[in-house]
């Protein structure tokens, strides 16, 4: 049986594709790259390949076996990975590059250039159907009461199982930021590739998600809104919210022309619960603009960016109504919206505005991403003290695979709004300047523009398949940057 390693994930690059430097016109820092780049369509050539190098080393040096376990860290000196398993959030950064990676080879086989695309494409379909075949192992079964009912779920829980489907998903062992990253790539995947599984699959968690949406009313009849960050916490988060709007509005656009309906719960004053059925295209804006509502009003902060969670609800515990002899989840108060701000936070958002504007027209949302934009900017990018001419983002914790998601945004944002032209090349130069000079055995340091800290050169699993996912993104801007700025009208 031919094994996930058997794949040949190695690249054979000719030496002079991307040799053929041209001087930059564009000045410095984020009006342009600083040095010598190449023109548009060769840069994105660029890109995809370095997209393609860093994925599969990243494959080669985090997965083992046929179950495709991925290691958490790696260091590319010691050639050692960390017995330690990547989470189901970790595991998915990588079906995020191999979906990048398949559009952005799909993209410059429509810009007329299809040998990379004719080269590559079969075998990251391969792999993409193989990292969902193993996401299964995040896989189990268990039963919740929510708002509206009492339901058995089959869920991805954080911690990775010694076999399919026996994962523990009870309680805080799943979260719904978890199963929204994964409806988004498999929404994404499902344009890719068309494959039935990706849809029905994405269907099924956003209803597990939609599930948490807390429906219960205030003292005015007004629904309390929001997604709990988990079915075992209270506290909302702007990553259990923020990151749903998008594949909400692509549900809604894939039932656009349908008739097909969906039962949306809901309760009515004095707690009973109701069911009615809506046109699933309906339903689905329906919850996107009302995700996106409940997120600018509660987590917006003064300086235009977004704080990590609401919170302040004393004891946070789970507290439940009988209503008409039967057990629901009740509201639970939150007083106080609590920080600090994370780049994703902000992308995630900035994404949905993106989306709703271009499916609803409203002009609030282009306003709303126009402001976002710029103040998402100027908290977290900061000039480089070290590198004349760069900008430095937060590379603690998280961050990388944070700062990608908003780069992310920054690239769907760009055919409405293209002023963020400035703050994608931010990114260019970053990962060109990693790549450059610190790239080691395949693999790129936390920190791009300091390079390796001596002490610890383990790398997060999914901060390598981040930088390949914004180096394919770049490839998708690149590209089309040119049909923005002749045939588009976009926002200055």
């Not at 979260?175 to 409806?183: I, T």
């Not at 004891?315 to 639970?332: L, M, P, S």
């Not at 936390?446 to 002490?455: E, I, K, S």
Request: aromatic content about 14%.
């Amino acid at each position: 049986m031919k094994t996930f390693i058997l794949l040949s994930f190695s690249l054979t690059l000719a030496t002079g594709a991307c040799s053929n430097i041209l001087g930059n016109k564009g000045g410095q820092g984020p009006q342009g790259h600083d040095g010598d780049t190449p023109p548009a369509t060769e840069l994105a050539e660029q890109n995809l390949l370095r997209a393609m190098e860093l994925a599969d080393d990243a494959i080669a040096h985090y997965f083992t076996g046929e179950g495709m376990a991925m290691a958490r860290f790696y260091d590319p000196y010691a050639d050692v990975r960390s017995d330690e398993k990547g989470s189901v959030w970790m595991y998915t950064a990588a079906i995020e590059a191999v979906n990048a990676i398949m559009q952005a080879l799909k993209t410059y086989d429509a810009y007329g250039q299809p040998t990379l695309h004719d080269t590559h494409s079969e075998r990251y379909r391969d792999l993409l159907a193989q990292l969902y075949d193993n996401l299964a192992y995040y896989q189990g079964t268990f039963e919740l009461t929510s708002y509206t009912q009492t339901r058995e779920w089959t869920v991805y829980g954080v911690h990775r199982a010694s076999s399919k489907g026996n994962a523990n998903v009870a309680g805080i062992e799943n979260v719904y930021d978890d199963q929204q990253w994964l409806v988004r790539e498999l929404l994404h995947s499902y344009k890719l590739t068309g494959e039935p599984r990706y849809l029905a699959e994405a269907e099924y968690l956003a209803e597990y998600v939609l599930d948490g949406w807390d429906c219960t009313l205030d003292a005015s009849g007004k629904e309390n809104g929001g997604i709990p960050w988990g079915p075992g916490y209270t506290t909302k988060h702007t990553c259990s919210n923020g990151p749903f709007i998008s594949s909400l509005v692509w549900l809604h656009e894939h039932y656009a022309e349908s008739n097909e309906e969906i039962n949306h719960r809901y309760i009515i004053p004095g707690g009973k619960r109701e069911t009615s059925v809506m046109k699933k295209r309906d339903y689905y804006l329906q919850f996107a603009e009302s995700v996106y509502n409940w997120q600018k009003e509660h987590l917006l902060r003064s300086d235009g960016v977004y704080d990590d969670f609401m919170g302040g609800c004393g004891d946070c515990k789970i507290r439940y109504e009988t209503i008409d002899g039967v057990r629901y989840r009740a509201n639970t108060p939150l007083n106080d919206r609590v920080g600090p701000p994370y780049s994703y936070n902000s992308g995630a958002t900035l994404s949905g505005a993106a989306d709703l504007y271009r499916v609803t027209g409203n002009a609030a949302y282009l306003d709303d991403l126009k402001q976002l934009s710029d103040n998402s900017f100027q908290y977290f990018a900061k000039i480089s003290d070290q590198l004349p001419g760069h900008y430095e983002y937060a590379v603690n914790g998280f961050n990388n695979w944070f700062n990608g998601v908003l780069m992310r945004a920054y690239v769907e944002t760009y055919p409405i709004y293209n002023q963020v032209d400035r703050y994608i090349n931010t990114f260019q130069q970053n990962l060109d300047y990693g790549f450059t000079n610190f790239r080691h055995n395949g693999i790129l340091p936390h920190n791009l523009l300091q390079g390796w800290d001596n002490g610890n050169r383990n790398v997060e699993g999914m901060f390598a398949f981040t930088f390949a996912a914004e180096y394919a993104l770049l490839v998708e801007y690149q590209l089309e940057k040119g049909t923005v700025s002749k045939e588009t009208p976009a926002e200055n």
